[in-house]
């Protein structure tokens, strides 16, 4: 339903039922209680991102009866928030959780069509990138509001090559996913939020950009468009290299991510930062856009240059550490 005067209902819905959640939430205790990896002091629920499977929900049926892919898009964000959700309730095994991916990951390939239309080594290599995507995305949630803002960047920036340049896909699967952000944002975007994304929300944002992007790169014949993840991407992959290098377990709660650096070391304010992040990746989406719309042979060039010089800008956490 492209419809502006539904959406006021669509927000008092999710609104609604996110007050529902945290009452569920209360009676169950599904919090989160703070530890010495945290970057928050106090209990606050967890899981409140489920908020976009609920907006996923509600677009999948605003038509009926709905489009197969709708269906099929559903289904496979349902399986990954069902096991995520769990994973926030009680820890799950790694094999649980990578099966459910896999699976999930399998599904959306086939309503895209990717199984028909790709050779199988770029396969392999879309299913890498996606489960790396969706687990760099899980893991830099961790301060109030940084996922929920970062992502409201890459949908509006999406939304426009959408209605601008390139039209990939129904206006409002990328609105409803807009909407969801602003009502999440409301109680987490907070010096001390009420509600916290927790694997579920994360997973579920991810999952939803991702399906976006898959889209818009096979619309338009061009992977240029995976620079739209770049700032979580090179402190995702930068803080992995590190780790490797003091010898860490990568898949251990850690502190050394540039965002913890800044909020948990030089003590700045998590909304200030996680509105930084968001900024610099709408810039960043906003000059590959012009870009890819005047000089298309060159803006590999330039997103190449970008790449180079954010992970430059990186290497600033390093200089932080040392002064401590």
Known sequence: MNNFLFYPVVIAILFLAMLLYF???????IIDKPNERSSHNYVTVRGGGIVF???????????FPPSPFALLFFASLTMLSIVSFWDDVSSLPNKTRITVHFL???LLFYGLGIFRVLPVWQIILAYIFIAGTLNAYNFMDGINGITGLYSLAVLIALQYVNLQILRFTPPDFINYAILACIVFLFFNYRKQAKCFAGDVGSMAIAFWIVVLLLQL???????????????????SICTILHRLYLRQNIFRAHRLHFYQILTNDRRSSHLIVSAGYALTQLIICLIIIVLYQQFQLSVWVVGISLLALYSLIYLLKFAMLKKE
């Open 104 to 106: 999930a990951i399998s």
């Open 53 to 63: 499977w609920m907006a996923a929900l509600l677009y999948t049926f605003s038509s």
């Open 23 to 29: 009452r569920i939430a209360g009676k169950f205790n």
């Open 217 to 235: 790169i096979m619309e338009s014949q061009s992977i240029i468009w995976i620079l739209f993840l770049m700032v979580y991407g090179v402190d």
